[in-house]
């Protein structure tokens, strides 16, 4: 047993030099962050412009706090990330407000911005990924693949922080969508739940290398997709058919889908 309690210590002495900020911790600042943006998103509004404001700050500092223990592993201080960050947040909320819009326009189902902002998977899981990525963007680390789990757990739906999407992106219902670290997604996609843009390798030496596929724009993706590797390209306004598995490029303008017969077919309407 005492070996036991030594090798306990040793992990707690290794995590307590390799600290980051509890879990729940990361959780309160992206929610707090997103309610700032969008009330909708939980209902807690803060009508008092300078309210507002004296929150953005608020914003700022609970970063910097959560970032302190991580200082020796930054490429700056805490505090000149914190700042860096709150920068690009109007960035985040001008792609996060095309997100809903395009999710209220490509479901009949959603009957406003509020409900869409509220209730939705797919802009949840989103608006968390944008936070997430900024962080990366700033060379963070573990902090953005926190977050991006915290969506992830809660819908369903896995985006890398690493990944990079363009606004106007809607996911519709979304439960099982997986979207790679070096994925790349082109303006208004549409991406049905099921769809995987993967790796075609796990080859742990592909690890810095472009592993994941390239949605162009005006893409859809029907549910059960699964679209593999780093050379393959959907070329835009291209519809991909539910259940279809793709590991090579498609034109633009292309329909791939599987006939009744389950046979493979391919259409290319430019």
Known sequence: MSDFFEE????????????YP???????????LINWLFPEHTGQVMADP???????RQLEIQLELLLQPMQRQLPDTAGAISQSFMGRVPVIYDELTKDAEAILQGDPAATCLYEVIRAYPGFYAIAFYRVAHALHEL????LPRMITELAHARTGIDIHPGAVIAPWCCIDHGTGVVIGETTVIGQHVKLYQGV?????????????????PTIEDHVVIYAGATILGGET?????????????????????????????NKFSESNHE
Request: proline fraction near 2%; aromatic fraction near 8%.
């Open 8 to 19: 306990l210590k040793r992990r707690h002495q290794l995590a307590a030099a390799n600290a």
């Open 22 to 32: 509890a879990t729940s911790a990361v959780s309160d600042f992206a929610n707090n």
């Open 50 to 56: 300078v309210l507002l404001e004296q929150y953005g």
């Open 139 to 142: 060379h963070i680390p573990l």
């Open 196 to 212: 995987t843009l993967g790796a075609l390798s796990i080859e742990k030496s592909m690890a810095l290398s472009k592993r994941h």
């Open 233 to 261: 390209i959907i070329g835009h306004h291209s519809v991909i058919g539910g259940n279809v598995w793709l590991i090579r490029s498609v034109e633009p303008f292309s329909r791939i889908y599987y006939k009744a017969e």
